[in-house]
């Protein structure tokens, strides 16, 4: 509750200050000091020459920096034509940074080297923007008369807080109650999120309009204090627009409506408050002393120490949530692949990387004529790389949460898993390539140079080769996730229990097959797709497909026992000899169907073992899952007995088992007794039989005998008995006794050590 009402406070507080566009003041003053031009000369220039050079340059009021050898010196049309000197020489090569070719990379590091120097040596000029602004302050045409400036910024400031806090406080119950998901999915956490965020854009757009209407009355002149006021609004709404997306994905002391699962959200949200503190007052401070300096070097100076402050906190940020990144990243799949888990490693770093390389664009951008446009690219990049990842995780969240919704709603099908799937993967994708299109347009004329018609012609290009990797990759999403949820699932870890029976859940023959058709249709689907790419890259594709037929020709000839494997296992596929979960018996190795591959099965014994047998070395095979089985057994019955008894109460017992509605499903015909199978010195035998599903029929078996032997004992017929009776008439007892005694003992029957 307290991370809830320091945050709002915080964005009611910026949001206050102003919008960047809305609060911009007309004339000179709305637009920021524009970098100088800088004009490279080599010393041998005719004068009138770059007299005319600095007037087409200076012409729309921008200041030239003209270097000779390197060192800086502010210059104007007039000077440059009085010092120059005044006999005509003959035209030397000169540069200008926009003929310069940007995608040279040792360019690049020269304005780098160029523009980190220049910094570090403006660095004691930053003392001087204290004076400029005291003088540009003392210039000033608001609050000449009644109130001061000062005073009217305040009053200003106020009332757009006031404004702020009221709207907060009488919209409370409204946003409140619908901030509140209606459920765990991602859905609803994302209705609630978005009426969080409506709130505080509300809040922010109220502010806006009571400022801009106050600041027309109190500040109607363009001087320094409506620049003051209107940049430090820019910069707050900065802040302001930061903390509201932060709230939206990270909903700090609201964990049942975050759409961002980061681990350590409220330790990452207090990481953006500083940031969204940070920036703005850095904005603020780059925008104002670009107004009111007196040259570039203060300026310069100032961007340095910011620069690094800037670029140090982000590393510091990234550094400390590489863990928390990497977790997130492996949540979006239950079994992350080695391309996922690589991406989750590296990503941290890659952050860390584009915040030094995009200092030091910075660095070198303050060197150029068109530093303005490298700085734009790089601050387009920074928010493209943080933008893009996140829309994609939200999209592909949403995606699977609307097909989670409908598989409940329907039943999931194997075509919608797949469907879902590839509509989610092509969204994902195309989310991608657009964010990769906007980056590579920014960076195509700046590194290599391109013009607008040669990277039209490059697009159109690279978009035929992108239409056809991108159609390739959605069709193996989609096959992928097809064949997967076809294809039966079967725990290969453990010991198997019998009482589950071998083949309780047969697949059908088409779910048997899948595992082979989907390396193969998966294996086809990739090589055609980059055949196809490799086509419209321009590669000759033909010598390939000759080369790959040649190979699979001395494949076959040499490895023709693996052939064999291949064309036995496709005759027993079509045969349907056997199914994934049947157990079966191949002559010298028997049990239960585990895995089918292109030229090999997997065989799971009952004590653990697994059997790999090669198709080709299968001669006969025997299938003890299929259809029905009919189990005999045999009960032995002492000579008392009564057969017509037991044959009754066996019967009992059968019709017992019907009824069980646990094992009566199982039945195909009851158990019953056959007859009497054979009559011995101390048994009669007699055989009991059931027609059964072959999964069941050991189980089944099992309980017959249990019931029986109950029932048997039950009904008083006796069992037969190992036990030897000796019977005689009178004297038995005597003549017993003599037998016994005329046994010789053990050690005279044992025969003689010869």
């Known amino acids: 509750m307290a991370s809830g009402f320091v945050s709002r406070g915080l964005i009611a507080a910026l949001g206050a200050l102003g919008l960047v566009l809305a609060m911009a003041p007309s004339g000179r003053a709305q637009s920021p000091a524009q970098p100088p031009v800088i004009l490279t000369l080599t010393g041998q220039e005719a004068p009138d020459t770059v007299s005319r050079m600095v007037e087409a340059l200076s012409r729309e009021g921008r200041q030239v920096e003209i270097r000779i050898g390197g060192v800086p010196t502010a210059a104007k049309p007039e000077t440059v034509a009085s010092k120059a000197d005044p006999q005509p020489k003959s035209e030397g090569p000169m540069k200008t940074e926009a003929a310069a070719a940007p995608g040279q990379v040792e360019a690049f590091v020269d304005h780098l080297i160029e523009g980190v120097e220049y910094g570090t040596a403006s660095l004691p000029r930053i003392r001087d923007l204290a004076d400029d602004w ?38 409370a119950g409204f946003f409140s109650a619908r901030m509140r998901p209606q459920g765990p999915e991602f859905t609803p956490r994302l209705i609630a999120s978005s009426w969080g965020l409506l709130q505080d854009l509300g809040t922010i757009v109220l502010a806006l309009l009571i400022a801009r209407m106050t600041r027309n009355a109190w500040l109607p002149e363009a001087d320094i204090a409506a620049t003051a006021l209107t940049t430090a609004v820019n910069g707050a709404a ?31 949200f207090g990481f953006l408050v500083f940031y969204s503190v940070l920036t703005p007052l850095i904005i603020v401070a780059l925008l104002l002393a670009g107004r009111v300096g007196s040259g570039p070097q203060p300026l310069a100076g100032l961007l340095m120490v910011t620069g690094l402050i800037g670029v140090t906190f982000k590393l510091w940020w990234f550094h400390d949530m590489r863990g928390d990144l990497a977790t997130l990243i492996m949540k979006g799949s239950p079994e992350p692949g080695p391309w996922r888990r690589l991406i989750a490693r590296s990503a941290p770093w890659f952050y860390m990387g584009t915040a030094v390389a995009l200092w030091a664009v910075g660095r070198a951008a303050a060197m150029m004529s068109d530093g303005g446009r490298w700085a734009e690219a790089a601050a387009l990049t920074q928010t493209a790389i943080v933008i893009i990842p996140i829309l994609a995780v939200g999209i592909g969240s949403w995606l699977d949460c609307r097909a989670t919704r409908r598989a409940m709603a329907e039943g999931a099908t194997p075509l919608s898993q797949a469907t879902g799937a590839a509509l989610r993967a092509a969204a994902v994708g195309i989310l991608w390539a657009a964010g990769f299109f906007v980056l590579a347009r920014l960076w195509a004329g700046l590194l290599v140079g391109l013009s ?130 049947e157990y079966v018996d191949t002559g010298r190795l028997k049990g239960t169907v585990e895995k089918i591959s292109l030229r090999s099965m997997q065989l799971r014994h009952q004590s653990g073992q697994i059997h790999t047998i090669p198709f080709g070395q299968i001669q006969q095979l025997t299938n003890a899952s299929r259809d029905w089985a009919t189990i005999k057994f045999n009960v032995r019955l002492d000579h008392s007995a009564d057969i017509e008894q037991a044959r009754k109460t066996i019967k009992k017992v059968g019709l017992a088992l019907l009824d069980d509605p646990e094992f009566g499903p199982h039945f195909i015909a009851q158990l019953k007794m056959q007859g009497v199978a054979d009559i011995t010195d101390s048994a009669v035998v007699i055989r009991l039989k059931f027609t059964a599903k072959p999964a069941q029929a050991s189980t089944l078996q099992r309980e017959a005998l249990k019931r029986v032997y109950r029932a048997l004992n039950e009904a008083k017929v006796p069992f037969a008995s190992n036990a030897v009776t000796v019977r005689g008439g009178e004297g038995s007892s005597t003549s017993g006794a003599a037998a016994i005694a005329a046994v010789p003992p053990p050690s005279q029957l044992a025969p003689a050590a010869g």
């Open 238 to 268: 900065i802040g302001a627009l930061h903390l509201a997306v932060g709230r939206f994905l990270l909903s700090p002391g609201a964990p049942e409506r975050r759409i961002m699962p980061l681990p350590r959200a409220e330790r990452h």
């Open 134 to 171: 005291r003088r540009a302050w003392q210039a000033k045409r608001n609050g000449l008369t009644g109130l001061s400036a000062e005073m009217r910024i305040g009053l200003i400031l106020v009332l757009a807080l006031a404004a702020a806090g009221a709207f907060r406080v009488t919209s």
């Open 452 to 581: 607008t018609a040669q990277f039209a012609g490059f697009s159109r290009q690279a978009a035929g080769v992108a239409i056809f990797a991108f159609a390739g990759w959605v069709a193996l999403v989609f096959l992928r996730v097809f064949f997967d949820a076809c294809t039966p699932k079967h725990s290969g870890s453990g010991p198997v229990d019998e009482e589950d029976g071998h083949g309780a859940n047969v697949p059908s023959r088409l779910a048997t097959v899948l595992p082979v058709l989907r390396g193969v249709v998966l294996g086809a689907v990739l090589g055609l797709t980059i055949l196809i790419v490799l086509s419209r890259m321009g590669v000759d594709i033909g010598p390939l497909l000759a080369g790959f037929g040649i190979l699979g020709l001395a494949l076959s000839f040499g490895s023709q026992a693996l052939v064999r494997d291949i064309v036995s296992g496709v005759f027993f596929m079509l045969e349907d000899a056997f199914r994934v979960g």
